[in-house]
């Protein structure tokens, strides 16, 4: 089970830090990832974290303004989103990733469990 929180209101150029606590599987050795939905869109990778070492991939719209990190002690993982803009408002959703991947992946198929979403709007 995932479960994202973090999510609000927030200005232009404020900031937010989404968490995603897992629980009931051995999440700490999955890869995991961020994905968000703005209304009428489709939902889109925003981050993700391998497991194995901490690399990271993120999409080129949050590259320089959004950090992904992750405490696998805790299963714990979380976005850390600076320079907020008003494109960025959406529903925020973690994931994780089962199988063992060199590359953390991209793709909403590659992921096997999701959390239920946390909505972040940026007014401008």
């Known amino acids: 089970q995932l479960q994202a929180s973090g999510g609000g209101l927030v200005q232009a150029g404020d900031s937010l830090r989404l968490s995603c606590a897992a629980s009931?599987?051995?999440?700490?050795?999955?890869?995991m990832g961020w994905f968000r939905q703005a209304p009428g869109k489709e939902r889109e990778f925003v981050s993700a974290?391998?497991?194995?070492?901490?690399?990271?991939r993120y999409a080129d719209s949050v590259k320089g303004r959004f950090t992904i990190s992750r405490f696998n002690a805790n299963n714990t993982m979380f976005l850390q989103m600076n320079s907020l803009k008003p494109e960025d408002t959406a529903v925020y959703y973690c994931?994780?990733?089962?199988?063992?991947?060199?590359?953390?992946?991209?793709?909403?198929?590659?992921?096997?469990?999701w959390g239920q979403g946390t909505q972040v709007t940026v007014s401008s």
């Open positions: 009931g599987r051995a999440f700490g050795r999955y890869n």
């Open positions: 994931a994780a990733d089962r199988s063992p991947r060199a590359v953390v992946p991209t793709a909403r198929w590659a992921y096997d469990y």
């Open positions: 974290i391998r497991w194995r070492d901490g690399a990271s």
